[in-house]
T-cell receptor, first 112, second 116 residues
Framework: GQQLNQSPQSMFIQEGEDVSMNCTSS?????WLWYKQDPGEGPVLLIA?????ELTSNGRLTAQFGITRKDSFLNISASIPSDVGIYFC????????????FGTGTQLKVEL | DTEVTQTPKHLVMGMTNKKSLKCEQH?????MYWYKQKAKKPPELMFV???????INESVPSRFSPECPNSSLLNLHLHALQPEDSALYLC???????????????FGPGTRLTVL
């Protein structure tokens, strides 16, 4: 099935650095979701975005729903070791029913 | 509370075995989902139940048989699986209210399935 274009594919950063990742699509999405997944665990919802232009924060995390409704980004400020994991964006497309479209994932590794 | 629980956490089965995966949520959600996930890949949708009725089957082989006994429970019955079916199986739920465009899904911790 279709996947969203998510970049970067992986990142290796120093503890304390800020991180940015994004998702793009050729189609319009009504909802953007950002999940984090630790090895062997299920994805955990970080931020949900429901309106174009919406900017939402959750602690050190900030995400935005792009004005064109075709993209979204996630920023993590002052990264810490527990930020390690795979981050997935996901979205509901207009007319897509209950089906979520997932991004390809960004693997984050933090160097102490 | 946004908790979805899944049992068992790990399952090893032979190709002739019959086993079941269980999922439970008490958030009053009316949509429940099964996903299959391979390592470092995004989850792949298998089935969607809406108001206890199967609404989406993503052309999943019949050796996977879903069941929704009530609005809180979702099962996945497994029979005659193949080694390539080894994966993390995730359950998720959402409000599933008709007419609501934005329907955030909450995932369980998953069952790690190994088929020998």
């Amino acid at each position: 099935g279709q996947q969203l274009n998510q970049s970067p594919q992986s990142m290796f950063i120093q503890e304390g650095e800020d991180v940015s990742m994004n998702c793009t699509s050729s189609s319009i999405f009504n909802t953007w979701l950002w999940y984090k997944q630790d090895p062997g665990e299920g994805p955990v919802l970080l931020i949900a975005l429901y309106k174009a232009g919406e900017l939402t924060s959750n602690g050190r995390l900030t995400a935005q729903f792009g004005i064109t409704r075709k993209d979204s980004f996630l920023n993590i400020s002052a990264s810490i070791p527990s930020d390690v994991g795979i981050y997935f964006c996901a979205g509901y497309k207009s007319g897509g029913g209950n089906k979520l479209t997932f991004g390809t994932g960004t693997q984050l590794k933090v160097e102490l | 509370d946004t908790e979805v629980t899944q049992t068992p956490k790990h399952l090893v089965m032979g190709m002739t075995n019959k086993k079941s995966l269980k999922c439970e949520q008490h958030m009053g959600h009316r949509a429940m989902y099964w996903y299959k996930q391979k390592a470092k890949k995004p989850p792949e949708l298998m089935f969607v139940y809406s108001y206890e009725k199967l609404s989406i089957n993503e052309s999943v082989p019949s050796r996977f048989s879903p069941e929704c006994p009530n609005s809180s429970l979702l099962n996945l019955h497994l029979h005659a699986l193949q080694p390539e079916d080894s994966a993390l199986y995730l359950c998720a739920s959402s409000h599933g209210i008709a007419g609501v465009l934005a329907d955030t899904q909450y995932f369980g911790p998953g069952t790690r399935l190994t088929v020998l």
